[in-house]
């Protein structure tokens, strides 16, 4: 094993320029590409497709926001202003498969592009991974034990109930050897975290409580010492629940990517 | 006698169906103050979601038990009203139990049946009055829900009470008839033989044994009477009341949105206006499979968004006189549960509310009256519309499909791009998405830095 530079992250103009195609392009999002916290869960991914040896680029300082929080508040110009070019830019690069670990980028690009002239099969990571795991490109089996852990899964809205992909996720968890536990909402009853339709981005309206505090109290009255996400929305509230409840020593917030690349010792 | 009773019957009916006439059209005209959309795609598609989620009402058993009281109920709705059928043969004509002699084999299986339905409606009924003011169901609670204040808590008391009241008079009309029968009493005699005891009305006979003939017939004309006059002015009473939807359910349902739950309707007025914008040449209608407005690209461009029910879709309008207030929207809302002021149902019940204002308008001042008010504004606040996640749980939980995000998501296009009125915030976050290509203040250019810590990270 090589400590150094064992992982690399091609973009899709080197590709380009080499006259090569990649089989899917990773669409990594503006969290996955700015937040700390979700930056961790680009990576994880992209670890997770160098080590299966999957061809795969991104677009790096060419890929721009969706547009998924302006049309969600009601600023539907710069939403197509966002994706029309995107749509330019993707078309351009003749992107057929696309790939993304956030599920508000996932629902715009594979139910609000088409429209707008942009075409392209679309999944989740959640459900490139099951994939990867049932073909038997991923062996869990060298990283860490997960024996004896519980794990409760919180489903995104924009995810589940926007796109009906409540297995998936659901799929790659149990290939670890964790107990996996729902909490009372769960699939299309799920609570959401809070942070959809433009919320993240200012303070909520008053009221008595914070949704994510709300959702976190769900997630802690199953025993989970694990809370799995998969979009980089939910990771924050949810984060950030624990920590309002004081629980961080105890209960930790991971993407399904993260869980993955911890098993393969990646 | 007979010949009186007929006329009332014949001029009872006419005056119904004048008023129920009069009330569809009213509510249908409001229905047509919405913008046209296509909802006539696709209508295998629209038949199947229909027979499972209308006729079949497979939302409705997310709650088992309460699935199957309600399905007794719409059971029991559809089934008696063939026996009103019979009920108003024999009102126009002047006969008793019409069909009796014709069909004398199958005649009492169906009554039986008839009697165990409205059994059932009126049991479920007490059961949903307790629901109601003893369980106290939360999401069915003024005290808990604003929008309940008043006349919604009555509506659905004398809904309940109405039914119960209609079944209590065809059960014991039954009772009462069956005695006259029994006693051979002038042509309620003629029965005997042909019409036997009813499954249940045979054990409330008891109730009229100390009834002389005279006061027999009086208590027979009288709950037969009060029984199909209640059912005639309940018909007229539902246009006016949420029990609407045992009506608008059906179509509501056929014309609700096919495409996922998560996308968003494109504005086709703001893709040429991005076009344009970009230099683009201006494309043709677009061609994905949600056409969306009747393929006209109208040259006059009207609001962007939705202030008012004239800016909505159809649907959206047709949606509000579908609701039947249940809350389960509101119960499933993130926002509502805990603590803020928006619940889906209020923008129901709003939007209802609004077109029932303008029809009193129109029968006041005439058909092209204009009050100034707005939906936005006067029945609807900012604050509601900004605190939704736009999470679709309210969507979800409608058993009727109604979609109250995509009221919210119009008049937040309003608020938005008409009169600039988004929360600070937001307009930082527009501008960022603007100069920055993220949510976030980030140099563009720092976007793929992360690249440059993939092998450094540990998990």
Not at chain 2, 354 to 368: H, P, T, V
């Amino acid at each position: 094993m090589l400590a150094e530079e064992k992982y690399s992250v091609p973009t899709m103009a080197d590709m380009a320029a080499a006259g090569e195609d990649p089989e899917v392009l990773f669409w990594v999002g503006c969290a996955g590409s700015f937040d700390d916290r979700y930056k961790r869960v680009t990576i994880a991914f992209v670890r997770i497709l160098n080590h299966v040896g999957i061809k795969f680029a991104v677009l790096g300082p060419e890929e721009a926001c969706t547009g998924d929080p302006a049309r969600r508040a009601g600023n539907e110009f710069l939403f197509q202003m966002q994706a029309v070019s995107n749509i330019q830019v993707l078309n351009a690069y003749n992107v057929k498969k696309i790939v993304t670990a956030c599920p508000h980028c996932f629902n715009t690009l594979k139910n609000e592009y088409p429209e707008l002239g942009g075409r392209y099969e679309v999944i989740h990571h959640s459900q490139f991974l099951q994939g990867l795991i049932n073909e038997g490109r991923i062996r869990v089996q060298d990283g860490q034990s997960f024996k004896g852990r519980k794990i409760t899964f919180h489903d995104s809205c924009y995810l589940g109930r926007a796109n009906k992909v409540y297995e998936a996720p659901r799929d790659v968890l149990s290939a670890l050897d964790a107990d996996l536990v729902d909490m009372k909402r769960v699939r299309a009853n799920g609570l959401c975290c809070g942070a959809g339709g433009g919320q993240y981005f200012k303070e909520p309206e008053p009221g008595t409580k914070d949704v994510n505090v709300e959702r976190v109290e769900e997630a802690l009255a199953t025993g989970a010492d694990t809370i799995a996400v998969a979009c980089p929305f939910c990771m924050t509230m949810m984060s950030d629940g624990v920590k309002n409840k004081n629980r961080e020593d105890s209960v930790q917030v991971y993407d399904v990517s993260e869980l993955i690349a911890q098993k393969q010792g990646l | 006698m007979e010949i009186i009773q007929q006329i009332l019957f014949v001029a009872a009916l006419g005056v119904v169906a004048w008023f129920i006439t009069k009330r569809v059209q009213l509510i249908s005209r409001a229905i047509k103050l919405g913008r046209p959309e296509n909802r006539f795609d696709h209508a295998d598609e629209r038949l199947k979601t229909m027979l499972l989620v209308a006729f079949g009402q497979k939302k409705m058993f997310t709650n088992l038990l309460v699935g199957v009281m309600h399905f007794v109920i719409y059971a029991g709705f559809i089934i008696i009203n063939l026996e009103i059928l019979e009920i108003i043969l024999d009102g126009v004509v002047g006969t008793h139990r019409l069909f009796a002699p014709y069909i004398t084999p199958i005649y009492p299986i169906l009554i039986d049946v008839f009697e165990v339905l409205a059994f059932g409606v009126l049991s479920v009924c007490v059961v949903f009055l307790c629901r109601r003011f003893i369980a106290r169901v939360s999401r069915l609670q003024a005290s808990r829900h604003r929008e309940l204040r008043g006349w919604p808590v009555s509506d659905a008391t004398i809904i309940l009470t109405a039914e119960i009241f209609l079944m209590v008079a065809f059960l014991t009309w039954n009772a009462s008839d069956s005695v006259l029968r029994d006693r051979g009493v002038g042509h309620y005699g003629e029965l005997q033989g042909v019409v036997p005891d009813f499954l249940i009305s045979q054990y409330l006979k008891p109730l009229f044994a100390g009834f002389g003939d005279r006061a027999l017939v009086a208590y027979e004309r009288a709950a037969w009477w009060l029984h199909i006059l209640g059912i005639l002015a309940f018909a007229i009473y539902v246009t006016y009341s949420k029990h609407l939807h045992i009506a608008l359910g059906f179509p509501n349902v056929y014309f609700s949105d096919l495409q996922p739950k998560g996308e968003m309707q494109n504005m086709p007025e703001i893709t040429k206006e991005v076009q344009l914008a970009l230099g683009l040449p201006l494309s043709t209608q677009p061609d994905g499979s949600q056409a969306n407005d009747n393929g006209e690209q109208s040259a006059e461009i009207g609001r962007f968004g939705a202030k008012d029910v004239e800016d909505l879709k159809w649907i959206n309008l047709m949606n509000a006189y579908s609701c039947t207030e249940c809350g389960r929207c509101t119960a499933a809302c993130p926002a509502n549960i805990t603590g803020k002021k928006l619940s889906p149902r209020k923008i129901m019940m709003d939007t209802r509310d609004r077109l029932e204002d303008i029809q009193k308008g129109w029968k006041a001042n005439g058909y092209d009256y204009k009050d100034d008010k707005s939906l936005l504004g006067d029945y609807i606040t900012p604050e509601e519309l900004n605190a939704c996640t736009t999470c679709q749980a309210c969507i979800n939980a409608c058993p009727i499909n109604i979609n109250p995000l995509d009221i919210i998501l119009q008049l937040r296009r309003y608020r938005v791009m008409e009169e600039s009125q988004a929360p600070a915030a937001w307009n930082a976050m527009f501008s960022n998405i603007e100069n920055n290509m993220a949510p976030w203040k980030f140099s563009p250019s720092d976007r793929f830095n992360w690249a440059e810590q993939v092998n450094e990270v540990k998990f």
